[in-house]
């Protein structure tokens, strides 16, 4: 920068006279291209059929193909395959990860949709599915799906994914299929809706589903005095805040289940209004409901009662929640060891921020979701290396691969436990390029294998295996990652599977056009 221009610029349009600095406005443009300092926009063109003849941009029209399917002017790549023959090879191919990979490409709605909808040619693969319906944006699609498929998989999934009211409120009232429409109610949060189900169903299930998701008082009492079905009563009793009706319910209702519920949503009621420490402590001692008691111990702040409760208490709810508020890691560890209830152990476990009672406990022999959740808040790498490498839970080495950072011994892991989950967790958090092109080339799982061609940024290797390697799924995850032009155009024309020539054509188309993170973006 000129000195003078420290005190201002002098410009002349886009660019200053004195230092050149340019900025991105009074350009002169000529077409698309700014006469001063050389910037281009996306207009303006001057077009000779896919390629401006001024700043080269291409477009994916008016292309002049040749014989081997080649524009002359852009060099882009006649397609070989489309979203149709992606569906056919998501439906049809044998191999589990070649479906999986071409659901994956697949953005056409419609076609998401006759995926979600298949599944008998290779047996209920509820996992591919769900992998199509994750993709799927368009509500009317799952409408459609819910009202008309034959299949009851495929009616559930579109249900668990509406949001549309009125349609859900439609299933909940009419279909045939009661699971259905319990599960439509579930995913109602329109209360006049939830209200006219209620009111005009027949099936007491759907009519218990909606009165649990009511919030209007006047309805639930309703529903509490007079309904004719004790489960849908002992429903609107639990959503009841009025004492007076709670009353008188728990003193006259026929059913004993609705009287004791009345009764418990009083305490509820009655101990969420306390604020004494010694009227919480007596009721969380006393009071003949276990949801009272639980409540009364959330809102306890004396430590000394907490700990009394948490070891003395029978009921393993409420020790439970003492047990979430304990501060003293001494108390804590000595309840994972002693506890009889492991949901109570969990709590404990959860709380305790020593490392070496996290540490014991993840090596004791007891539940592994205890175990599990001491892994979780391990930070010492070389504990967490020995547990990931030598625990014979899967779900307990995969917890501390999660936490691994250290590269040395997630190589050895990804090594030790290729054919576990955990591997390869530990290959997508390599970043070594020698380890991940040795796992790609050699390791025996193909799951493992795909992992690592994804972590690949070193190009000689990714052609190598785009080009030589037997297994289309790996050839294709390969050309993803590919930014060659002349390479990924080869692929498209020339290899021999769809899925492969499909990677490759959509990597190198953009890549022309300027985005080679499209690709990328589009992968869910």
Wanted: hydrophobic residues 40%; aromatic residues 4%.
């Amino acid at each position: 920068m000129a000195i003078l221009c420290w005190f201002g610029h002098s410009w002349d349009a886009c660019t200053c006279r004195r230092c050149q600095t340019t900025r991105d406005e009074g350009h002169k443009w000529d077409g698309c291209i700014c006469r001063s300092c050389g910037m281009t926009r996306d207009e303006g063109h001057a077009w000779n059929g896919c390629i401006c003849g001024s700043c080269r941009m291409t477009r994916d029209e008016y292309h002049d193909w040749d014989s081997s399917r080649t524009c002359r002017r852009c060099n882009a790549v006649l397609p070989t395959s489309t979203e149709r023959t992606l569906a056919n090879i998501a439906m049809t191919d044998i191999d589990p990860e070649v479906r999986a990979a071409a659901v994956d490409r697949i953005t056409d709605q419609a076609l998401l949709a006759e995926v979600a909808g298949s599944g008998e040619e290779h047996g209920d693969d509820y996992g591919l599915r769900s992998r199509a319906a994750e993709k799927i944006a368009d509500q009317a699609l799952f409408a459609e799906m819910a009202r008309t498929s034959g299949r009851a998989y495929v009616r559930r999934e579109a249900v668990g994914r509406l949001t549309e009211q009125a349609v859900l409120a439609e299933i909940a009232r009419t279909d045939g299929d009661f699971d259905l429409r319990v599960a439509a109610v579930k995913r109602l949060t329109d209360q006049g809706a939830l209200a006219e189900v209620a009111t005009t169903a027949s099936a007491w299930r759907v009519i218990v589903a909606s009165t649990e998701r009511i919030t209007d008082q006047k309805t639930l009492t309703t529903f509490a005095e007079k309904h004719s079905n004790e489960a849908v009563r002992v429903a609107a009793v639990k959503r009841l805040t009025g004492q007076e009706v709670l009353a008188e319910i728990a003193r006259k209702d026929p059913d004993a289940d609705v009287r004791r519920g009345a009764q418990t949503q009083l305490s509820i009621l009655r101990v969420s209004e306390l604020s004494d420490q010694t009227a919480l402590a007596v009721a969380a001692k006393t009071d003949s409901s276990i949801d009272a008691r639980s409540i009364a111990v959330e809102r306890l702040t004396d430590q000394v009662l907490l700990a009394e409760i948490a070891t003395t208490e029978r009921e393993p709810t409420v020790r439970r929640v003492a047990v979430e508020r304990l501060t003293d890691e001494a108390l804590l560890a000595g309840i994972v060891q002693t506890d009889r209830d492991w949901w109570v152990q969990l709590g404990a476990a959860k709380n305790l921020t020593d490392q070496k009672a996290l540490t014991a406990v993840a090596t004791m022999r007891i539940n592994a979701r205890v175990r599990e959740a001491a892994v979780e808040r391990i930070t010492n790498q070389e504990v967490l290396a020995e547990i990931a490498r030598t625990d014979p839970d899967e779900d307990i080495r995969r917890s501390a691969v999660e936490r691994l950072r250290d590269q040395e011994p997630l190589a050895e892991i990804a090594r030790i436990h290729c054919k576990a989950y955990s591997g390869a967790m530990a290959v997508k958090k390599l970043t070594s390029q020698k380890v991940l092109a040795e796992i790609a080339r050699s390791n025996s799982h193909q799951l493992l294998r795909r992992t690592a061609v994804e972590k690949l940024t070193d190009e000689a290797i990714l052609i190598e295996i785009a080009e030589t390697e037997p297994l289309p799924v790996l050839r294709a995850a390969a050309a993803e990652k590919l930014t060659g032009v002349a390479v990924l155009a080869r692929l498209a024309k020339a290899d021999s599977h769809p899925l492969v020539r499909w990677a490759a054509l959509t990597r190198l188309t953009a890549i022309l056009s300027g985005q080679p993170g499209l690709f990328d973006q589009r992968r869910p």
